[in-house]
């Protein structure tokens, strides 16, 4: 069995990361007894884009039907995580949204997999559980308030469709710098941000953590 976290941070050790990385302690903590392998995907280590919109995925008796034929970075990555096991997809909020690095992935890993019939069919090899972190900085008043669920419901609903809803987690308030006063940043108060950070980002670990095992049982 195997477990993939697919991290959109462009950082490797910071809020998204950290919460993916707990995520998958919980999955092998729930399946101690099984056989069960975990791995991060960086997704800015990888060069490629969005989909190009060249409907091989959806030409009759093309060879590529159902599959990305783009031959960059992902096409492996695509290939391997569409036999996973669960998934687990991490992303800091830029703009009120994903970021365009995962987001991108997500257009060449499931439009493929939606047929433009009347009953929009999906064609996934196969469904696993799959599950949705997101990290930022508004608090979660804010994130309420101001449009952003709106925009996550977008892509549940869609994973929902083509593979299975989400389990989902939201960790806000993070902290973004390594040091408050080097940046422009009086938008933030940094004792206010450090003391989420040591009082509730623990909190959000154990969240992740609990999310990971459950998407394994
Ligand atoms: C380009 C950019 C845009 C951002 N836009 C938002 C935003 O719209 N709303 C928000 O709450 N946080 C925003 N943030 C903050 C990040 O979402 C937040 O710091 C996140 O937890 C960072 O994740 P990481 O530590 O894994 O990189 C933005 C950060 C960057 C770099």
């Known amino acids: 069995m195997k477990v993939y976290a697919i991290n959109g941070s462009p950082r ?13 302690d919980g999955v092998k903590e729930a399946a101690k007894d099984k056989k069960i392998e975990t791995e991060i995907i960086n997704l800015y280590d990888l060069n490629y884009t969005g989909c190009k919109s060249c409907f091989a995925c959806k030409r009759l008796g093309g060879k590529s039907y ?26 800091p909020i830029y703009f009120g949204n994903i970021t365009g690095q995962l987001l991108s992935f997500l257009e060449r890993l499931l439009f ?32 309420e308030k101001g449009g952003y669920l709106s925009n996550f419901n977008n892509f549940e609903s869609i994973l929902g469709h083509i593979l299975t809803k989400p389990l989902v987690m939201y960790s806000n308030n993070t902290y973004q710098f390594d040091d408050y006063s080097k940046y422009k940043a009086d938008l933030f108060s940094e004792e206010e941000k450090a003391e989420h950070k040591k ?19």
């Open 12 to 24: 490797k050790n910071k809020n998204t990361a950290t919460l993916l990385q707990k995520a998958l």
């Open 112 to 143: 493929p997999y939606l047929v433009y019939d009347k009953n929009h069919s999906t064609i996934p090899p196969k469904k696993m559980p799959t599950a949705f972190i997101y990290t930022m900085n508004a608090p979660e008043e804010y994130m």
């Open 199 to 217: 009082m509730q980002f623990p909190l959000d670990c154990q969240r992740a953590f609990e999310l990971g095992a459950s998407l394994i049982k």
């Open 66 to 91: 159902g599959k990305c034929a783009i031959k960059d970075d992902i096409h492996e990555v695509l290939e391997k995580v569409s036999q996973a096991d669960g998934l687990i997809f991490g992303s």
